[in-house]
Structure formats: structure tokens, C-alpha cells
């Protein structure tokens, strides 16, 4: 915490307080909890689609459709590789680690996440819902749950 800002800190000793009494803890997660296992975060500076549009023009939403994987199926692939390679050796933070302690220790703890880099999985955490649009399908990581 030495890095953080002096004004952070009764804030910070305050939630660590709450989360010390709780018995459910619902955490919602993004790129961003993935930052420090190296993977780059999906928006932003440098970001891998920072920029609004791809190479050919169109959203990156719309690039990674399952209605362009139909159509043009190079277009999704072209840009699933980069996610691929940045997940292929990352491993699981601090933060994943933490939620699965968490997991454990507490009655009921619960992650909501759109992340699909499996980091979550490593440090295994049962209680998982994938946030998606309605068009997502099952994940794997979902299967082997069930």
C-alpha cells in the first residue's frame, strides 16, 4: 500500500474492516484484474483495440461476432490469435488468488466477470457467472462446472 496516496488510506482500512465481517462478498471483474498477470486490457492505452475501429472498419465487437466467424471467419480469427498468445502464459495474481482464498474461508463469495483468459480457473473458483451479451455462448470454463 506504500504506493498508494496518504488520502486512500482510512478509505481502504475502512472497506478492510467491512470485508473482515462479511460473510458474502461479490466481486465484478474485468480486464483489468488480469492487468497484473501481464495480459494487456482490452480498451484504452495500450490497450489491444484501443483505437475504435479495425483495419477493416468495422468495431471490434462486430469483428469478434459469431455472425462474422460465419461470414468472413478470417476477420475473428485475425484478432482471437493476439488474445490467444498474451493468455497462453500468463498465470494467475494476486487478485485471483485472493478471490479464491476468499472462497474458501467465506460462506459465500461469488465473481462476476466478462474475462475469458481462464486465469479465474487456475486457482480454481466454483462460483463463477460470466457476464456476456445474450449472443455469447456457453464457455468452456462453464462446462466444467456443470
Known sequence: ???LPVSLLPAIREIAAL???ARRVLFITGAGV???SGLPTYRGLGGLYEHDLTEEGIPIEDALSGEMLR???EIPWKYMTPI???CRNAGPNAAHRLMAKWERELPYVMVL???IDGLQDAPPLLRI???CR???SDTESQKRRR
Open 1 to 3: 500500500m506504500s504506493d
Open 19 to 21: 470485508l473482515a465481517r
Open 34 to 36: 488480469s492487468a497484473d
Open 71 to 73: 461470414r468472413r471467419p
Open 84 to 86: 490467444e498468445e498474451n
Open 113 to 115: 466477470t466478462q474475462n
Open 129 to 131: 457467472a460470466f457476464a
Open 134 to 136: 445474450p449472443q455469447c
